[in-house]
């Protein structure tokens, strides 16, 4: 009678036992030398938790054998055993795959399988592990205790049992554990954990030792000066305390832990040491509360030295809080002090001013950029590694983001800003500057598109669509994200990014720019899109290198690179103005419509009025929620334009997240064009602080008019305020980045409130205030047409056919038709 192996491995996963041993026992008798019925027999009995007789039973086979016999039968009986070790783990039911390998090894106690014991052991300690991420510590060190039963050496477990101590508070059997950790391997984790056990203890003096250890051996472990210093501060040994954050201070300006700054603040107030003063001005830098820090800072520098990382963060926090002459007076006394320091130097070429004061200051500060770009490219070219790496410090601190807001064409300047950080990055990084050619197998495969982003979660939202709506069969999307933001974490279109790619890979805390150029080579891309290149400073320096074949840019920031490493421009058919293939270093794409598929959002409807905002029913309310550095000064008065024809208009801005002083410097701003009109800008104009999205949402659904800003246009807001149907005015001009409201009102085929000069756009914007039935109207031709900027295919058949016509590849696309 043939063993029927399907139905007695069913029964045994049901654990319907004694229904498998009637059966097994009934065809031993009726075959007596089918040797597999009795491995099964005993496996079922084992399973029992009936050992002895199992080992009874498969030993009573062994015995009656010959020496030869009993050689090759004990090899089929551990065969099947290993077996059913490998798919009980593949089962996860760890507890019968132990139970099965500890009986081999009663068998034949000089059995070695180093791959299986090496799977048990490792699933084993996936087990333990979850219960000890469940807080079930009892648990997961029965499970530790099984694996030391199997190999007492597994360090990995030894620490971790000394952790489910730990937390149980049993110290001492925390301590023992540990010990044994360290005796096999004497890392810093395990004189990590030591250090937190005999704190515990209250035993300080070999706890500070434990933590010495761990900073000698892993200079790298921020948590041990953490813990280090938070002992000192508890024994009031504020001296050495403030040594541990001040050497915490120089790895990691991520001082993102409260209690360590309330340390700080509360030794501060006993005494006003230096390092204290200091470390409370690098936790303000790098919350971005900048005002304080520079009042730490300066009050550091009266009894103290510069040195190079204070005098670029007091630079950078001057140039934030918009002192732009105190931040150039700053950086250049520092520079005789440190004449040849290319970090300061590269720091000082880039200062700009946050919001400019007066029309006349954009030229004076976009001269003296020019010219001392000019002078880094004539005079300070690095040519040593060293030199190279301290210039990219400086980039680093300051690139050429506030460039843009100027309203000019950027191109001249971007090439020469291009030309200098690529040759740095030539002597820094030569591996990553090599020009890169198509594989020769791209007509037998997909093509590999890469994305790198600092911001998926916001700026993301443009161009989630092309991963959404792109032939997966044409296409693998690979996603690097540099957001730094922990993998798990859920974020709504960061997640879509991961949905919709091939790949995606995180930037971790540890990694730098280096192991995200060895990643994006490994992945072998044929194409890699950078959109925020002077938006983001870790995604600018890429612009700058040769990573992949083809490399792109697109209009999250809507300015050339000027690199010569970029290939192509994204851009959009409707924001492009005619003469726009001059405004661009590499070759301009028109996408069709806006470019991106632009997704329809919810947007949340607070139970919020208008007087939670501090703004009067009886208001006509133009939203003006654009950042302010976008608002240039020859554009003021338009604002005081509008307002002289009734004083119910309210004009209303968004403060600025860096510092009251980039608000006030708007303010005096609109106090002077007010008056030239003979008006108080306080009647006419209301400051909102920093809103979060459900806030900023409410308040577009509460404003009568969009108004849009002159040289920058509004993007996000934009379609923000289509969605809530808001009137829209817009005043299109030379350069694509003050088109994006024109192209979507184009779209919509709602030209109305698009002007043609200065004159009309204050015209409309009066008409809208002072015609409600007007307004009306166009709210309602937005609600009946928004639908046609949403979910845009068009542009993904433009973009898949660049796709393929950049990598020479042959295509033939068809529309994608809509859902």
């Given amino acids: 009678m043939t063993l029927d192996i399907e139905q007695i491995n069913g029964l045994i996963d049901a654990e319907d036992y004694e229904r498998v041993i009637a059966i097994l026992e009934k065809q031993i008798d009726e075959d007596p030398t089918n040797l597999e019925l009795y491995w099964y027999l005993g496996l079922v009995y084992l399973l029992q938790e009936s050992e002895e007789l199992a080992q009874e039973i498969w030993l009573s086979i062994l015995l009656q054998g010959t020496i030869e016999e009993v050689e090759q039968w004990t090899i089929e009986l551990i065969n099947f055993l290993e077996i059913k070790v490998k798919e009980n783990i593949t089962i996860k039911k760890i507890g019968y795959a132990k139970i099965i390998y500890e009986n081999i090894l009663v068998i034949q106690p000089e059995y070695e399988n180093a791959e299986l014991l090496s799977d048990l052991m490792n699933f084993l300690y996936k087990l333990g592990t979850s219960y000890g991420l469940q807080q079930e510590y009892e648990k997961a060190i029965i499970v530790y205790s099984d694996i030391l039963n199997l190999n007492s050496s597994h360090n990995h477990t030894w620490h971790s049992v000394a952790l489910c101590f730990y937390h149980l508070e049993n110290y001492p059997e925390a301590e023992s554990a540990i010990l044994k950790a360290l005796e096999k391997d004497a890392s810093s984790d395990n004189y990590y954990g030591l250090g937190l056990i005999l704190d515990k203890q209250q035993n300080y003096s070999n706890a500070i030792d434990a933590y010495n250890k761990v900073i000698n051996l892993d200079p790298n472990f921020l948590n041990a000066y953490i813990a280090l210093g938070n ?195 030539k002597v820094a990084y030569p591996q990553f500057c090599q020009n890169k050619i198509l594989s020769s197998d791209i007509n037998q495969r997909k093509i590999r598109v890469g994305f790198v982003s600092q911001h998926l979660d916001g700026l993301g939202q443009l161009y989630i669509g092309w991963l959404k709506y792109s032939d ?117 794409i028109r996408l069709p419509n806006l470019a991106f598929p632009i997704s329809k959002r919810k947007y949340p409807r607070l139970e919020k009025r208008r007087s939670d905002y501090e703004i009067g029913e009886e208001k006509i309310v133009y939203w003006c929620c654009q950042s ?115 192209a979507i009102l184009k779209m919509l085929d709602l030209t109305v409130t698009i002007a043609s000069n200065e004159n009309e756009y204050i015209n409309i914007a009066v008409r809208l205030g002072l015609d409600a039935s007007w307004r009306q109207s166009i709210k309602d031709r937005i609600k009946v047409n928004k639908y046609r900027i949403f979910e845009d295919r068009e542009c993904i058949v433009g973009l898949e056919q660049f796709f393929l016509e950049a990598t020479n590849k042959e295509h033939n696309i068809i529309p994608i038709l809509s859902q």
């Fill in 231 to 425: 002992l000192y501060y508890q024994q009031e040994d504020f001296e050495n305390a403030l040594d541990c954050y001040h050497r915490l201070l120089k790895k990691s300006h991520k001082l993102g832990q409260p209690h360590i700054k309330n340390n700080v603040k509360e030794i501060f107030k006993i005494k006003k040491y230096p390092k204290a003063t200091l470390y409370l001005g690098y936790i303000n830098y790098a919350s971005d509360n900048y005002d304080k820090a520079i009042d730490y800072f300066e009050e550091y520098l009266i009894d103290a030295k510069l040195d190079i990382e204070l005098c670029l963060s007091l630079g950078q926090s001057y140039v934030r809080t918009n002192q732009t002459v105190r931040a150039i007076e700053f950086i250049e006394q520092s520079l005789t002090v440190f004449p040849e320091d290319l970090a300061l130097r590269t720091f000082n070429q880039s200062i700009l001013p946050v919001v400019f004061e007066n029309d006349e200051d954009i030229q004076f500060y976009r001269n003296r950029y020019s010219s001392l770009l000019t002078e880094l490219l004539d005079q300070y070219l690095p040519s040593t590694l060293d030199k190279a790496n301290e210039a990219f410090v400086g980039i680093n601190k300051n690139n050429s983001f506030y460039l843009a807001y100027q309203g000019q064409n950027d191109l001249t300047i971007q090439k020469k800003y291009s030309t200098y950080l690529h040759s740095i990055l």
């Fill in 472 to 588: 997966k069969e044409k296409f693998d999307f690979y996603i690097y994200d540099l957001s730094r933001i922990e993998p798990e974490k859920s974020e709504p279109t960061r997640d879509k990014f991961k949905q919709y790619s091939h790949q995606m890979w995180y930037l971790d805390k540890d990694d730098n720019l280096i192991d995200l150029c060895r990643k994006i080579e490994f992945d072998q891309l044929d194409i890699l899109i950078m959109p925020e290149i002077a938006v983001s400073a870790r995604v600018g320096p890429l612009s700058c290198l040769r990573l992949a074949p083809v490399q792109c840019t697109t209009w999250a920031h809507p300015v050339t690179s000027g690199s010569p490493c970029v290939d192509y421009f994204l851009s959009s058919d409707l924001m492009e103005p005619e003469d726009g293939d001059q405004h661009y270093s590499e070759k301009l």
């Fill in 628 to 742: 302010l550095f976008k608002y240039l000064p020859q554009h003021d008065y338009i604002f005081a334009s509008i307002a002289q024809y009734s004083d119910k208009f309210l004009f209303v801005f968004i403060e600025s997240d860096h510092s009251p002083i980039v608000t006030n410097t708007f303010r005096n701003r609109l106090k002077l064009a007010f008056s030239k009109f003979n008006l108080n800008y306080k009647s006419y104009c209301h400051f909102l602080p920093r809103l979060n999205k459900s806030d900023f949402s409410r308040v577009t659904q509460l404003v009568d008019i969009f108004l849009d800003c002159l040289s920058w246009s509004g993007g996000f807001t934009t379609m923000e305020a289509i969605s809530n149907e808001l009137p829209i005015v817009t005043l299109p001009d030379k350069l694509m980045r003050a088109r994006h409201s024109y």
